[in-house]
Antibody, heavy 117, light 111 residues
Framework: EIHLVESGGGLVQPGGSLRLSCGASGFSFSAYWMTWVRQAPGKGLEWMANINPDASETYYVASVKGRFTVSRDNAKNSLYLQLNSLRADDTAVYYC??????????WGRGTLVTVSS | QSALTQPRSVSGSPGQSVAISCTGTSSDVGGSNYVSWYQHHPGKAPELIISDVTKRPSGVPDRFSGSRSGNTASLTISGLQAEDEADYYCCSYAATYTSYVFGTGTTVTVL
């Protein structure tokens, strides 16, 4: 059975940094693109970034380019999202998802990031 | 790039059909074969229910169907059931931006 489990969320001050992790199991992690999606309180889903299997390609939504960095460690079956220069409007639940054939076919339950002083 | 436009909410009685629209542009919904739909029960992981505009992944009930006309995609739930009460999001690949864009989300209420 496929499982994705996010961790690393928490309370951080504006301007601060946080590193989110996503542990994967139940599939060949190193063979798949992976994606991060977030949902701000009371808002809809927003695609953030994705990364190809060997980490040679990454893509970001314009609003986080230069502040967020997606990476992966295939040996550890783990996906990461480094969040820098955090702002109040980055407050959200962050989900990781497996990205296959232009869809996000498996998702985790998310980790909450709260940016507040 | 702006979010795709969905109605905020739709409702129906058990057994009825409801349709959710998802309006974008020729740069996303209208120009992409990669339109998908996701069901999200709050507090749980979102689930894929439609891929490639009309395809239903294995295990998804056949009461869920997708279609598209021009720049608007639609999700129809036929024979509404209590467990269908959830939030629904469309999503499209936008090749121009090498990115994905989600819809604003629709809450389905079963009366």
């Amino acid at each position: 059975e496929i499982h994705l489990v996010e961790s690393g969320g928490g309370l951080v001050q504006p301007g601060g940094s946080l590193r989110l992790s996503c542990g994967a199991s139940g599939f060949s992690f190193s063979a798949y693109w992976m994606t991060w999606v977030r949902q701000a309180p009371g808002k809809g889903l927003e695609w953030m970034a994705n990364i190809n299997p060997d980490a040679s390609e990454t893509y970001y939504v314009a609003s986080v380019k230069g502040r967020f960095t997606v990476s992966r460690d295939n040996a550890k079956n783990s996906l990461y999202l480094q969040l820098n220069s955090l702002r109040a409007d980055d407050t959200a639940v962050y989900y990781c998802a497996r990205h296959y054939n232009w869809v996000f076919d498996y998702w985790g339950r998310g980790t909450l990031v709260t940016v507040s002083s | 790039q702006s979010a795709l436009t969905q109605p905020r909410s739709v409702s129906g009685s058990p057994g009825q059909s409801v349709a959710i629209s998802c309006t974008g542009t020729s740069s996303d919904v209208g120009g992409s074969n990669y339109v998908s739909w996701y069901q999200h029960h709050p507090g749980k992981a979102p689930e894929l229910i439609i891929s490639d505009v009309t395809k239903r992944p294995s295990g998804v009930p056949d009461r869920f169907s997708g279609s598209r006309s021009g720049n608007t995609a639609s999700l129809t739930i036929s024979g509404l059931q209590a467990e269908d009460e959830a939030d629904y999001y469309c999503c499209s690949y936008a090749a121009t931006y090498t990115s994905y864009v989600f819809g604003t989300g629709t809450t389905v209420t079963v009366l």
